[in-house]
């Protein structure tokens, strides 16, 4: 377990290592640099002396070969540090912190929802012995990946706010807020949930040893939950992991339908802006996340399925 | 659509039998295929819609002969009816115009993104399976990077280094699927190159080029192209997505994701210039999902 543990801690830290730099490598195709971006958002202002532009470029390092560039820059952010914001001139992980509490919150309940009504859906699907049911509820999933986020979040706010006034429809403004942008975040992701979930479930409930708990006389809901749910549940369980790094994206354009301030907005300001430090720390904060969440994935599944740890921590991946 | 089930090996391959009996067969895989296409009417509504969607983009003057881009603003603001199938925008364009005439530029995009991804993904996995040892190494370490970083992410860093534009966007969603291709194309590829016919070729003395293209890459390519269709789908979500957030086409173009954002700002009193366009792209996202999930082994399966 010790050495599946520290396996995987290393392959992590091998991943976020990476995505800095492809990261670096996307955002180094820029024709500009932000020293121009700067020089073109001052020039509103007042005109700009172009040996100016010289001394903040070679101050900054853009004068350096890449390679240079990469080392200094991969150096810093070793030390936590991403650089300042071109557009507000503070530094980069302050900006992201502040905007990050809000946007974890609607992730998580996001999540949650999710996990919840997707896992709901599944079990009831294959629980009930009422055809249409099943059919009706299995036709849900695959409505709810095809339906663009965005929009289903403007219809909720046309339903719910504007006609009936139920919930706010923008802004920040505590729980009841926060319902209309969650169930939107929830969508998409329950509905691969619940497929996924009602997909392994079937699958498990052919087994035998479902077979032999039936014929030892257990009852269906005994079965449905105790037996077939532990096992199904690890399929689910990994593309969850999968789904969280998602999820963080989706809010960019969740945030951006209801006025929330939050870390999508932030992207998507310092995406119109060209603000090249901000955007490779919201990357880099992306995979993070991932990382982090797969890597709990990781160490939960031996806790699920024993077979696991035993086999040196090889574990079950979507095709 | 019959050459993509003949690409993925679902129509059987006939071993030149004579003539009459060759008719007999054709008649029989007809019938087959109306009774297939018969018990499924969703999938037929799905071809359908998806033809139309594909015939808008050529020829949107076969839908409406609406101007999409000039208004009459004494009819702003019109509700769905008779005249204005999906009502009437701010300025008193024909928002189904739009629609009509914003296919051809989504169409576009969504094509290009698939494009790309299956081009730069399907070479990526084709080479890391085929040359095996480091290469795959290196190249499936460097995929798993991509993965990594969530795709709207990496969409969004690409579209902050090339610039706005219904291409770049395009570019930029059809890279963050990358991996994903080429994780498919390389586990079918290894799967192939163990096959008793690639070890036949190769001991008969076959070119690994001749191997590569005559034996691998047809018995590969099936689940690529299936995985391509669905693509298609979650493309066209991507690519509104990012024009919803106004990184596609510049404003008076009616892109699907910019007309659901314009719609944004008058939701409370026009719900008709949100709602429909938004409806068409769900549906078209839907009829694509179903045609891959039909062509996914639905037909061979039966």
């Given at each position: 377990?010790?050495?599946?543990?520290?396996?995987?801690?290393?392959q992590a830290a091998g991943v976020l290592w990476a995505a800095y730099t492809v990261s670096f490598l996307v955002l180094d195709l820029l024709p500009g640099d932000p020293v121009s971006a700067m020089a073109g958002a001052a020039a509103d202002q007042a005109g700009v002396d172009p040996a100016q532009i010289a001394r903040l470029r070679s101050e900054y390092g853009f004068d350096d070969p890449v390679p240079v560039q990469y080392v200094h820059y991969l150096g810093r952010a070793l030390r936590g540090d991403f650089g300042d914001s071109v557009a507000s001139g503070r530094p980069v992980t302050s900006v992201i912190g502040d905007a990050l509490p809000s946007t974890l919150q609607l992730v998580a309940a996001g999540l949650a929802l999710a996990v919840l009504c997707g896992g709901g859906l599944a079990l009831a699907a294959t629980y009930t012995a009422r055809r249409w049911l099943r059919q009706l509820l299995l036709s849900l999933p695959p409505l709810g990946v095809s339906v663009p986020t965005f929009w289903a979040g403007l219809m909720l706010v046309e339903v719910f706010s504007f006609r009936a006034r139920l919930l706010p429809a923008f802004g920040n403004g505590g729980p009841r807020g926060l319902i209309l942008p969650a169930v939107t975040l929830a969508i998409p992701t329950?509905?691969?949930?619940?497929?996924?979930?009602?997909?392994s479930l079937l699958t498990t409930l052919d087994e035998p040893y479902v077979q032999t708990a039936r014929a030892k006389g257990a009852g269906r809901p005994r079965i449905h939950l105790r037996h077939a749910l532990r096992n199904a549940s690890l399929p689910a369980l990994t593309v969850v992991g999968v789904l969280v790094g998602q999820l963080i994206a989706n809010s960019v354009v969740i945030e951006t339908v209801f006025s929330r301030n939050g870390l999508g907005r932030v992207t998507a300001s310092a995406v119109s802006a060209q603000d090249i430090p901000l955007v490779q720390g919201v990357v880099v904060l992306g995979s993070l996340v991932f990382v982090l969440v797969n890597l709990i994935v990781d160490l939960v599944y031996p806790l699920l399925d024993p077979r696991i740890a035993a086999a040196g921590g090889r574990r079950w991946r979507p095709a | 659509m019959s050459s993509t089930l003949d690409a993925l090996g679902v129509l059987d391959a006939a071993p030149e039998p004579g003539a009459p009996e060759q008719a007999v067969r054709r008649r029989a895989g007809a019938a087959r295929t109306v009774r297939f296409f018969l018990r499924r009417p969703g999938l037929v509504l799905s071809v359908l819609l998806i033809a139309a969607v594909v015939l808008a983009s050529f020829?949107?003057?076969?839908?409406?002969?609406?101007?999409?881009?000039?208004g009459v603003p004494a009819q702003a603001f019109r509700a769905p009816g008779a005249a204005h199938w999906f009502g009437t925008d701010e300025l008193g364009r024909d928002v189904y115009a739009r629609v009509v005439h914003g296919a051809a530029l989504s169409l576009k995009a969504t094509l290009i993104a698939v494009a790309v991804s299956f081009a730069a993904g399907g070479l990526l996995g084709l080479l890391a399976g085929f040359a095996g040892r480091w290469i795959d190494d290196v190249l499936m370490r460097f995929v798993d990077v991509l993965l990594s970083i969530p795709a709207l992410f990496l969409s969004l860093a690409l579209v902050t280094a090339l610039g706005?534009?219904?291409v770049k966007v395009a570019v930029a969603v059809g890279v963050a699927s990358v991996a994903t291709f080429a994780r498919v194309m390389r586990s079918e590829v290894l799967r192939v190159r163990q096959a008793?016919?690639?070890?036949?070729?190769?001991?008969?003395?076959?070119?690994?080029?001749?191997?590569?293209?005559?034996?691998v890459l047809p018995n590969a390519i099936g689940p690529v192209l299936v995985l391509a269709t669905l693509d298609f789908g979650t493309a066209v979500l991507a690519v509104s997505s990012l024009s919803f957030l106004g990184y596609g086409a510049p404003p008076p173009a009616p892109e699907w994701g910019t007309l659901i954002s314009d719609g944004r700002n008058y939701l409370a009193n026009a719900w008709w210039m949100t709602a429909l366009p938004g409806l068409t792209i769900?549906?078209?996202?839907?009829a694509t999902n179903?045609?891959?999930?039909?062509?996914?082994?639905?037909?061979?399966r039966r």
């Open positions: 377990m010790g050495r599946y543990v520290a396996l995987r801690l290393a329950g509905a691969v949930v619940a497929q996924v979930l009602a997909k | 020829w949107p003057g076969l839908f409406t002969s609406h101007d999409p881009l000039k706005y534009g219904t008793v016919f690639v070890e036949a070729a190769r001991s008969c003395g076959t070119r690994w080029y001749a191997i590569l293209g005559r034996h769900a549906a078209t996202v839907l179903r045609i891959a999930r039909a062509l996914d082994g639905e037909w061979g």
